[in-house]
T-cell receptor, first 115, second 112 residues
Framework: DAGVTQSPTHLIKTRGQQVTLRCSPI?????VSWYQQVLGQGPQFIFQ???????GRGNFPDRFSARQFPNYSSELNVNALLLGDSALYLC??????????????FGEGSRLTVL | QQQVKQSPQSLIVQKGGISIINCAYE??????FPWYQQFPGKGPALLIA?????SEKKEGRFTISFNKSAKQFSLHIMDSQPGDSATYFC???????????FGTGTKLQVIP
């Protein structure tokens, strides 16, 4: 069975640009969460989507947005990129709402470098 | 109040030894405490988890000890192996918060 897939795996952008990251959850999983992991730190919660609705948002500016599609895949968009946005962006899927079980299945992430 | 504090930041253990990683939380509403293991270039993977109604959970060489009154929990890795070398994250969640809160991570190195 396929796990969580993310694309692209690596990308380089310059300040002020916009980026879109994509995620396909495990088949049957209806929830997708996005996390930002800065080098040497734990993942920080950005968004959770469940059944195509936003069900949680972390402490990130409005430059960050996301959506979930009818097939439960998801996109994370970041506008007006800053150097500090350089990080590994992790997508995780879960059967139900992540907070209820804490059991997240992560993809390998998209490594974003902002120059 | 949403934080999960983790220590140590890094740990070096001899092969066959016991690795111990500690975490503390403040929010008593947390009701699920998973541990994740992350290898370089990979996403975190669920290792073991516990709910606060039990004080200990063991799965193979991995054991979680939970102290509800102290609001602390720890991961013990018995007979540590070089293949266990990875970064370990404790975490906590509660259905009402709709997210999982992660600790800062412990980089474990098991030397032969």
């Amino acid at each position: 069975d396929a796990g969580v897939t993310q694309s692209p795996t690596h990308l380089i952008k310059t300040r002020g640009q916009q980026v879109t990251l994509r995620c396909s959850p495990i088949s049957g999983h209806k929830s997708v969460s996005w996390y930002q992991q800065v080098l040497g730190q734990g993942p920080q919660f950005i968004f959770q989507y469940y059944e195509k609705e936003e069900r949680g948002r972390g402490n990130f500016p409005d430059r960050f947005s996301a959506r979930q599609f009818p097939n439960y895949s998801s996109e994370l968009n970041v506008n007006a990129l800053l150097l500090g946005d350089s990080a590994l962006y992790l997508c995780a899927s879960s059967l139900g709402l992540a907070g209820e079980t804490g059991e997240l299945f992560f993809g390998e992430g998209s490594r974003l470098t902002v120059l | 109040q949403q934080q999960v504090k983790q220590s140590p930041q890094s740990l070096i253990v001899q092969k066959g030894g016991i690795s111990i990683i500690n975490c503390a939380y403040e929010n008593t509403a947390f009701d699920y405490f998973p541990w994740y293991q992350q290898f370089p270039g990979k996403g975190p993977a669920l290792l073991i988890a516990i709910r606060p109604d039990v004080s200990e959970k063991k799965e193979g060489r991995f054991t979680i000890s939970f102290n509800k009154s102290a609001k602390q929990f720890s991961l013990h890795i018995m007979d540590s192996q070089p293949g266990d070398s990875a970064t370990y994250f404790c975490a906590a969640s509660n259905g009402g918060y709709q997210k999982v809160t992660f600790g800062t991570g412990t980089k474990l190195q098991v030397i032969p």
